[in-house]
């Protein structure tokens, strides 16, 4: 089912892809496309592919940022998100906004890295705020989307994340798969909830 779909979303959405690939290198220069390690099914890590929605020196930029705005280093270490995060581009905030930024992760779904529904990709450094719910989350490999997203997204707290993650292992089915699937449509609608 993960290939049946990944192929056909790739297939239609190659267009708007290219699009967004040529627009982000006319306006920011640099690569379209970035990847990032994430964690895996069985904890193996994987390059996650997006969008690059970020200045190219976007480290810099955020070292920069925090040590000007140290008061944000703990909204960062809690949630893994920053409210007017400076190292996003104009384009880039609309590129997640309706989350084309994840388009690319349709080939990370055809190599076998994710799936089309399953928990929130994430970094290593995220592994312990799993706690009692790390062994689910490592049973499952990481999803294009998933109940979190379709759940109130960046509204949601981390806790609750983790929380989702864990009830969606331990509920899997096919139908849940569906559902989750076809709520994702509606939330990626929902720009006032996306990342």
């Given at each position: 089912m993960?290939?049946?779909?990944?192929?056909?979303?790739?297939?239609?959405?190659?267009?708007?892809?290219?699009?967004?690939?040529?627009?982000?290198?006319i306006t920011a220069g640099g690569?379209?496309?970035?990847?990032?390690s994430r964690v895996g099914f069985g904890g193996k890590p994987f390059n996650?592919?997006?969008?690059?929605s970020m200045v190219a020196n976007s480290e810099e930029v955020f070292k920069a940022y925090l040590e000007a705005n140290p008061h944000l280093s703990r909204e960062w270490e809690e949630t893994h998100k920053i409210k007017d995060?400076?190292?996003?581009?104009?384009?880039?905030?609309?590129?997640?906004?309706?989350?084309?930024?994840?388009?690319?992760?349709?080939?990370?779904?055809?190599?076998?890295?994710?799936?089309?529904?399953?928990?929130r990709p994430i970094v290593k450094d995220e592994l312990r705020?799993?706690?009692?719910?790390?062994?689910e989350y490592l049973r499952t490999r990481?999803?294009?989307?998933?109940?979190?997203q379709v759940?109130?997204?960046?509204?949601?707290?981390?806790?609750?994340?983790?929380?989702m993650d864990s009830?969606?292992?331990?509920?899997?089915?096919?139908w849940l798969d569906l559902v989750i699937l076809f709520r994702t449509i509606f939330a990626v609608m929902r720009f006032d909830r996306a990342s």
């Open positions: 993960d290939l049946a779909i990944a192929i056909t979303a790739l297939v239609v959405a190659a267009p708007v892809m290219i699009v967004v690939a040529l627009l982000i290198r690569p379209a496309v970035f990847s990032h996650c592919y997006k969008f690059r995060d400076p190292r996003i581009t104009t384009l880039g905030w609309m590129l997640r906004k309706s989350s084309l930024d994840e388009l690319p992760q349709l080939f990370n779904v055809i190599r076998g890295d994710m799936s089309c529904v399953g928990p705020r799993y706690g009692d719910h790390l062994q990481p999803g294009l989307t998933g109940l979190w759940s109130g997204r960046s509204s949601v707290d981390y806790a609750s994340r983790v929380a009830e969606y292992v331990r509920n899997w089915s096919v």
